[in-house]
């Protein structure tokens, strides 16, 4: 994702090409002393959604770059606010908007525009057709078969180019 959906759209800071910067996030990721949580990692979606993935979908549709991982990413931000993991067990609210993307992610799972819709998130994206396809293709695919399913299938769109 980050060199084919990214990159394209980040400019270089002194001393560091975006290159760089993304084998720079890779060795954080991959030192094992530093722990994470996907919790705090996706708390508060409502605002760093529309501050930093958002836009480069935007970018991606302007300048024709390849955004199906994006789409994914939120599309399985969806998945996650519908409330409950796959295995049915309950996710705590993490977000200040909780119920509102709750209501909204469930309303996606018949349909997936009604996620998108949310304009305060994401503005007129609803309304760029390639954005609201990759993504209605990629929410429909998590709740058929399964995240690990979709992650499989976008795993294979890069090995295929």
């Known amino acids: 994702v980050e060199l084919e959906e990214i990159i394209p759209h980040v400019v270089p800071v002194p001393g560091m090409t975006p290159e760089q910067y993304v084998e720079l996030i890779d060795r954080r990721f991959a030192n094992p002393k530093i722990v994470d949580t996907t919790r705090r990692v996706a708390f508060d979606g409502t605002s760093r959604h529309p501050g930093f993935i958002i836009p480069t979908i935007r970018d991606g549709l302007i300048a024709g770059t390849p955004f199906e991982g994006l789409a994914l990413v939120e599309a399985a931000w969806a998945r996650m606010c519908a409330g409950t993991r796959e295995d049915g067990s309950e996710i705590e609210p993490n977000d200040p908007f909780w119920d509102q993307l709750t209501e909204k992610a469930n309303a996606a799972k018949a349909d997936p525009r009604a996620w998108i819709e949310m304009r305060n ?16 293709n990629w ?3 998590i709740y058929a078969e399964g995240m690990e399913a979709a992650l499989d299938a976008y795993l294979k769109i890069g090995t295929s180019t």
């Open 121 to 136: 998130i994401y503005g007129d994206l609803a309304d760029q057709k390639r954005f609201a396809n990759a993504f209605a």
């Open 139 to 141: 929410l429909n695919l």
